[in-house]
């Protein structure tokens, strides 16, 4: 059965580093989407991506973010300068066509921030 | 703005015992309804879904029905077993837009032999 994967499952960083968490959603899906879960808390949306743009993005997602689909099958979010609040685990899914309801979530990655 | 609210963990409950975990929402739209699973140190799976009123998901035992008019999700299963222990999440999804996942708190279930 298809399913999402995400790299790396574990990253630890200093406060002020870039990282880069990398998912590969489905193959023939076309929405992709980013989520985050700090310690204990609800899973949270972040940003929406569709047609190689940003579709809709939530207030957690400000300018420190981004995302990027590089090469047509992985999807990329990048925190430029990481803060200890960004601590968490940060789900990627995916959904196929526009009737499709269902999003698939990958593993986690679950990012520390000393 | 669409919310989830489900009932306060932890539930501890005895092997075979019958489990809800109670769910309502409100939503802008006509939602799809959802109930994932994340098992210790794992991500989420989906367990189960309803795109309509009156529909039943099931999965592994485990049911809940697309109530509208009391906007509630129940989940329900007959006799849980110890390996259902695990943290169940209602989510809903408006379709439409980019239909991003709207997600309860999370309930903490376990289950003791």
């Known amino acids: 059965e298809p399913e999402v994967t995400q790299t790396p499952s574990h990253q630890v960083t200093q406060m002020g580093q870039e990282v880069i968490l990398r998912c590969v959603p489905i193959s023939n899906h076309l929405y992709f989407y980013w989520y985050r879960q700090i310690l204990g808390q609800k899973v949270e949306f972040l940003v929406s991506f569709y047609n190689n743009e940003i579709s809709e993005k939530s207030e957690i997602f400000d300018d420190q973010f981004s995302v990027e689909r590089p090469d047509g099958s992985n999807f990329t979010l990048k925190i430029r300068s990481t803060k200890l609040e960004d601590s968490a685990m940060y789900f990627c899914a995916s959904r196929g066509l526009a009737g499709e309801e269902t999003q698939y979530f990958g593993p986690g990655t679950r990012l520390l921030v000393l | 703005g669409d919310s989830v609210t489900q009932m306060e963990g932890p539930v501890t409950l005895s092997e075979e015992a019958f489990l809800t975990i109670n769910c309502t929402y409100t939503?802008?739209?006509?939602?799809?309804l959802f109930w994932y699973v994340q098992y210790p140190g794992e991500g989420l799976q989906l367990l189960l879904k309803a795109t309509k009123a009156d529909d039943k998901g099931s999965n592994k035992g485990f049911e809940a029905t697309y109530r509208k008019e009391t906007t509630s999700f129940h989940l329900e299963k007959g006799s849980v077993q110890v390996s259902d222990s695990a943290v169940y999440f209602c989510?809903?999804?408006?379709?439409?837009?980019?239909?991003?996942?709207?997600f309860g708190t999370g309930t903490k279930l376990q289950v003791i032999p």
């Open positions: 989510a809903l999804s408006v379709l439409g837009g980019y239909q991003k996942v709207t």
């Open positions: 939503a802008t739209g006509y939602p799809s």
